[in-house]
Every structure is written in structure tokens, then in C-alpha cells.
């Protein structure tokens, strides 16, 4: 079955940086495109990036474009989101998912990772 394991969450301070991962399993992960949503306590899941089977193109919600980073290693079958400039706004639970083609939303996906935790601490 497909399985995508996120990792890499936890708590740190305004203006630090984290790296996630999501590993994937189960899946032709190199014909998939990848993307990274989030949840805030209260709030509706809400697009954070997106990039193409290849890594060539990628996407960006406006509230972390130019902080954040997302790219992958299909040798490994992981994609990554490096998140810089954390914001206490950033908090949330990321998810990472897989679609047949890249998108801003979330019904576009067919899988999805059971989340981590991001903790910005102001």
C-alpha cells in the first residue's frame, strides 16, 4: 500500500529554520507530483507548495514564497520542504501528499502522509 512518512517537524523560534521530509512508498513516486499542505488549530488545510514529477517546476502559496523551498530526490523517493524565516504564523501540522499533477488544491491529491507538527515560538 502507499505509504508517506513526514518527518523532521518540531519546535522552533521566530526567524529559525527547519527541514521536513516525506519518504514514499508504495507508489511510482518519480511519476507523481508532490505537494506540502498545512493545518493551523481552527483553520482549513491550506496549500503551501507543489512541484512536478520532475522537480523542474514548482509552486508556492504567497505567504511563503520566498522562505520556503521544496524539492525532491526521486532516487530516494523523498521530498523535502526547507523552511526558512519561521514565522509564528507558520505553526501548523504539514502534510505532505501525491497527485498525478501538480496543485494548489487539496481534492487534487490521492494520498496523503499522516503529518508533523511545526512550532514557531515568537
Known amino acids: 500500500q502507499v505509504q508517506l512518512v513526514e518527518s523532521g517537524g518540531g519546535l522552533v523560534q521566530a526567524g529559525g529554520s527547519l527541514r521536513l521530509s516525506c519518504a514514499a512508498s508504495g507508489l511510482p513516486f518519480s511519476s507523481y507530483a508532490m505537494g506540502w499542505f498545512r493545518q493551523a488549530p481552527g483553520k482549513e488545510r491550506e496549500f503551501v507548495a507543489s512541484i512536478n514529477w520532475s522537480g523542474a517546476r514548482s509552486s508556492y502559496s504567497d505567504a511563503v514564497k520566498g522562505r520556503f523551498t521544496i524539492f525532491r530526490d526521486n532516487a530516494r523517493n523523498t521530498v523535502y520542504l526547507q523552511m526558512n524565516s519561521l514565522k509564528p504564523e507558520d505553526t501548523a501540522i504539514y502534510y505532505c501528499?501525491?497527485?498525478?499533477?501538480?496543485?494548489?488544491?487539496?481534492?487534487?491529491?490521492?494520498?496523503w502522509g499522516q503529518g508533523t507538527q511545526v512550532t514557531v515560538s515568537s
Open positions: 501528499a501525491a497527485a498525478q499533477s501538480p496543485a494548489n488544491y487539496y481534492r487534487s491529491y490521492d494520498y
